[in-house]
């Protein structure tokens, strides 16, 4: 059992790491939160595929091909940051080991990098606007992200350091120890809820100019977090010897780059008729004339 108080907020919790057994073989409750994160980020992206001009069924042909590529990126990431960890005591590299996902050890970053090649790989091969999809795919992000990070709660991980403020959590560190820390994984949580918002905000405004601008904002806002989340977190992954933070230094590089991008698209005065949807919409409406005419 974990146990975890929230000594400031008088709360104290005894979780079970294991949701059931089924033939000896334990499910544990962090794969079942992010297999809720996944199905509800589906349901919600099949509702507004229309919205972006994509077909459903290219929503799901793109999940069967990048879902599995992202749980392949999550383990390729964090494997490959934390490579000491699975070497024999004579320096070789235990393959087996790194092929033992189920014993934990995946990267958000990984998962997103893979899933996202992956997705513009399927909808090249489709003819689908691989932004336009991204616009689409970003929402599911963030959802999956929002309830994932629920995962680390009840394993008892992915928190910060030492602090005494009255949302503080209490919990036994990694050398037995009690310790209360900051709940990295609320506030990630919390920030992709509010990500999430955003995006919905922007959509029913009628603000996007440009396939692709939603997800950029995704993209800004989720780094922009995550790079002051990171530097509170005390279990990061280093660039190999080096003290910088991966996914802190992925995190500004990224947001940089689609911050810089929004701005030069908007600057080029990105107008809403070159959406694909409105471009769908107005070929739809030609064809109809067409066809009308005697």
């Not at 595929?49 to 992202?70: C, N, R, S, W, Y």
């Not at 990070?149 to 120890?177: C, H, K």
Request: aromatic share 16%; net charge neutral; proline share 2%.
């Amino acid at each position: 059992m974990n146990e975890i108080t929230f000594p400031g907020l008088g709360w104290a919790f005894e979780i079970n790491p294991i949701a059931v057994s089924v033939f000896g073989w334990d499910i544990y409750k962090y794969g079942v939160i992010i297999a809720c994160g996944f199905f509800l980020a589906v349901i919600f992206c099949l509702q507004i595929a229309e919205q972006f001009g994509v077909k459903k069924d290219d929503v799901l042909d793109m999940l069967i091909f990048a879902t599995p590529a992202a749980i392949i990126g999550a383990r390729i990431y964090y494997v490959l940051f934390y490579l000491d960890i699975y070497r024999n005591d004579d320096g070789t590299l235990n393959f087996i080991q790194m092929l033992r996902i189920h014993d934990g050890g995946i990267a958000i970053y990984g998962a997103i990098l893979a899933g996202v090649l992956v997705a513009w790989l399927v909808t090249r091969y489709k003819k689908v606007p691989f932004l336009a999809m991204a616009d689409m795919g970003a929402f599911g992000l963030l959802i999956g992200q929002s309830v994932g990070r629920w995962g680390n709660f009840v394993n008892m991980e992915a928190y910060g350091s030492e602090t005494t403020l009255p949302w503080r959590m209490g919990v036994i560190g990694d050398l037995g120890q009690y310790i209360e820390v900051h709940p990295t994984f609320l506030y990630e949580s919390l920030w992709n809820i509010c990500g999430f918002i955003l995006l919905f905000m922007l959509l029913k405004q009628g603000v996007r100019r440009f396939d692709g601008m939603l997800f950029c904002v995704y993209v800004a806002w989720y780094g922009l977090g995550r790079m002051w989340i990171e530097g509170l977190r005390t279990d990061s992954l280093y660039l190999f010897a080096t003290g910088i933070r991966v996914s802190q230094l992925l995190a500004i590089f990224s947001a940089a780059i689609a911050l810089a991008y929004i701005v030069y698209r908007l600057k080029k005065h990105a107008s809403k008729e070159n959406l694909y949807v409105n471009q769908l919409k107005k070929e739809k409406g030609e064809k109809n004339d067409v066809s009308n005419n005697p």
